[in-house]
């Protein structure tokens, strides 16, 4: 099967021929329709999150159930699935107290880029190839059963829906999970990529006002579109999200970019007693200072969100889509082939596209 692999940092993905071996226990094996590209992705290329190459990357799909592993069970050939970039072992103490998202097991292969046994279902002449989180961005997969949930018949044709298995699910995490967003809240998002988009979503849905602050004109117009009020970056952001607030600021701010100056911003546009966020993800090693003073003297809650929960949070998310709460569409409408691959990876990188879908 043809995958895009990436042989050494910094350098351009190639389309190769692969080996991929059938399902172990608790496994099943994708055909992908359709996959997203995401900034993570783009951490890995440069290294910056440094899984080993050769590898394939690529996280969030559609995808055809094409072969069930031993003891997988209410999955079988032929369902169409959502597959998450999260993979719970089921069994582990945070699996087992309703934490998922941040399994003990899953953190431990997860920068190893191995299932969770630790081994590799893809191979190139005999050479084990890693993937990260998924390796969906080929024409086959294999992912622990835990990570993908169904999709119901009537969305079974819609590329735009892989963006559920990342973006989505992030989006959820922060704003219900981790933001414990209430109908009526203000809710400040940093950031208007693919994340923050879906978070501007996540919080209309919820009846909160959501204010959008960014860089990019073209997304801060989506952002609009959407319903958010916005605000440049450029301007004073910290002084426009304190005027629009009555000089208070937010009750719920994400910060979906993953840089020294943001989460600063996204600390000082924090209302008392409100919450911030952390979704954006720094490289690995890198930290951001914190206003302390601000933070004690306001009584600013801090929480870092790390996606959420596959089978609780992704069947939620998918109803979401399903009743029209949730249109992925409209910020996953670039669309690309597998050996354009490369081509994807470069405008999300140049902001030309928020969130680019491979079609393998
Ligand atoms: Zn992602
Ligand atoms: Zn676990």
């Given at each position: 099967m043809r995958g895009a692999v990436l042989h050494a940092y910094n350098t351009p993905l190639k389309v190769e021929n692969l080996d991929v071996e059938r399902p172990r226990e608790g496994e099943?094996?994708?055909?992908?329709?359709?996959?997203?590209?995401?900034?993570?992705?783009?951490?890995?290329?440069?290294?910056?999150t440094p899984v080993p190459p050769p590898l394939v990357p690529g996280h969030?799909?559609?995808?055809?159930?094409?072969?069930?592993?031993?003891?997988?069970?209410?999955?079988?050939?032929?369902?169409?699935?959502?597959?998450?970039?999260i993979w719970p072992c089921g069994r582990c103490r945070n699996c087992a107290r309703g934490l998922e998202n941040l399994c003990e097991k899953f953190a431990e292969v997860r920068l190893r880029g191995t299932m969770l046994d630790g081994t590799t279902r893809l191979s190139m002449g005999g050479t084990p190839v890693r993937v990260f989180l998924g390796g969906v961005w080929a024409e086959y997969a294999v992912v622990p059963a835990s990570a993908v949930v169904k999709l119901p018949q009537r969305l079974w044709d819609k590329p735009e829906l892989a963006s559920l298995g990342c973006a989505y699910l992030t989006a959820y995490g922060a704003v219900v999970n981790s933001g414990a967003t209430s109908p009526g809240d203000t809710v400040v998002v940093v950031g208007t990529g693919g994340v923050g988009l879906a978070v501007v979503q996540m919080a209309k849905a919820l009846g909160a006002r959501v204010i959008a602050v960014g860089r990019n004109p073209a997304k801060l117009k989506i952002a609009s579109e959407m319903g958010?009020?916005?605000?440049?970056?450029?301007?004073?952001?910290?002084?426009?999200?304190?005027?629009?607030?009555?000089?208070?600021?937010?009750?719920?701010?994400?910060?979906a970019v993953g840089s020294e100056e943001t989460v600063d911003m996204a600390i000082e546009m924090a209302a008392a007693g409100g919450r911030v966020v952390l979704v954006g993800l720094m490289a690995v090693g890198r930290r951001a200072p914190v206003h302390v003073a601000r933070?004690?003297?306001?009584?600013?809650?801090?929480?870092?969100?790390?996606?959420a929960r596959p089978r609780v949070d992704l069947p939620k998310v998918v109803s979401m889509v399903d009743r029209g709460l949730l249109r992925?569409?409209?910020?996953?409408?670039?669309?690309?082939?597998?050996?354009?691959?490369?081509?994807?990876?470069?405008?999300?990188?140049?902001?030309?596209?928020?969130?680019?879908?491979?079609?393998?």
């Open positions: 099943v094996l994708l055909r992908i329709k359709s996959a997203g590209v995401c900034h993570s992705d783009l951490y890995v290329l440069e290294g910056a969030e799909a559609v995808a055809v159930v094409e072969e069930v592993g031993p003891r997988v069970e209410g999955l079988a050939p032929g369902d169409v699935v959502v597959s998450s970039f958010a009020e916005v605000v440049d970056v450029k301007s004073s952001p910290v002084e426009e999200v304190k005027r629009l607030t009555d000089k208070r600021g937010g009750d719920v701010v994400i910060e933070v004690v003297r306001s009584g600013i809650t801090i929480v870092g969100s790390y996606g992925p569409e409209l910020l996953a409408s670039d669309k690309y082939r597998l050996e354009e691959v490369n081509q994807a990876v470069e405008a999300l990188k140049s902001g030309k596209s928020v969130r680019p879908i491979l079609l393998p």
